[in-house]
């Protein structure tokens, strides 16, 4: 059976270093589920403008997810985050501060 999660995750990953950006994710393992956590990219702005220079990615493939991971990002590198973005097969939206792309404007970030 083919991993479209992981499939859709190595598109992304392309279409971002084609466009330039350095990639970088994080993870961390808990026993705990709460602290437990994985964002699939973290791309940073060429210049630092302000403290907030790094924005997390979370590649969804399908119509139905969560974003556990990405919330629990934010509010523990709160200071350090600028715009979250989801990339989901639905249409662009804004909502509670995440910016959430189709996966073909991928390579605007």
Do not use: C, W
Not at 15 to 35: C, P
């Amino acid at each position: 059976e083919v991993n479209k999660g992981m499939l859709v995750e190595n598109i992304v990953a392309q279409m971002l270093k084609a466009s330039g950006k350095e990639l970088f994710y994080y993870s961390t393992y808990s026993e705990n589920a709460v602290d437990r956590m994985e964002i699939d990219f973290l791309i940073r702005k060429p210049q630092v403008t302000s403290r907030h220079n790094i924005s997390p990615i979370e590649v969804k493939s399908s119509s139905r997810y969560t974003l556990t991971s990405l919330l629990k990002y934010i509010k523990k590198f709160e200071t350090y985050t600028a715009t979250p973005y989801v990339l989901h097969s639905a249409d662009l939206k804004v909502e509670d501060g995440i910016v959430y792309l189709p996966l073909y404007m991928t390579p605007l970030l």
